[in-house]
């Protein structure tokens, strides 16, 4: 009995340990996230691609094309800044765990296990940049189709950050229906050898 005990009281203890660094997470990213609006720009790019995509007069798809260049170029100048904000915090706050679950403490105890937020922001907003600027000369539909991957890749980034790799992963495949497999093979080479060799894949 008193190990069950023991073990419901660690058990409790990790929630509450677990519960609030995730608290502190998501109102550290939610205080600078919230100056910008990456999220709002994300959405209207994501489906202006959609409506583009299926619209069967080639002059007013031409037309929704320039108009969505300029939100892609919006978003990459609104992410550089956030990128360019977040790395000015100090490093113990923006590390996070490579592990698939959170485990409390693990950054403070075991700093080997993790990778800096600030360094996956600077890598989502090169690749963003890279697809905006097409370098890689892709077409129309190239561009869109790489260019919400790499906007899904850093949501999920921004979701493994407050949560942790699986739940960002879940809310990806349920919100977007793409694993974060599909996610890592959509985007720029660039941004996919970039990011693998932060996260470790």
């Not at 419901?8 to 990213?29: N, P």
Request: aromatic fraction near 6%; include cysteine.
């Amino acid at each position: 009995m008193e190990i069950l005990t023991l073990v419901a009281l660690v058990a409790v203890g990790f929630y509450i340990l677990k519960s609030r660094e995730q608290r502190l997470r998501i109102a550290l990213l939610g205080s600078h996230l919230g100056r910008y609006q990456i999220e709002r720009l994300m959405e209207s790019l994501t489906s202006g691609y959609l409506r583009c995509l299926g619209e069967d007069d080639a002059e007013r798809r031409q037309q929704i094309w320039h108009l969505l260049d300029a939100t892609e170029e919006k978003i990459s100048a609104q992410l550089d800044s956030f990128a360019a904000e977040m790395s000015r915090l100090p490093e113990p706050l923006t590390r996070m765990s490579r592990l698939p679950v959170a485990i409390p403490l693990m950054n403070a105890t075991v700093p080997a296990t993790t990778f800096d937020l600030r360094e996956a922001l600077l890598i989502h907003a090169r690749g963003i940049a890279g697809v905006m600027r097409n370098d890689a000369n892709r077409t129309p539909k190239s561009k869109a189709f790489t260019m919400s991957a790499e906007l899904f890749l850093l949501q999920h980034t921004c979701h493994w950050f407050c949560r942790s790799k699986t739940v960002a992963s879940a809310r990806m495949l349920a919100r977007h229906q793409t694993s974060y497999a599909q996610l890592l093979d959509a985007v720029s080479p660039e941004t996919r050898s970039a990011y693998g060799a932060l996260t470790g894949g």
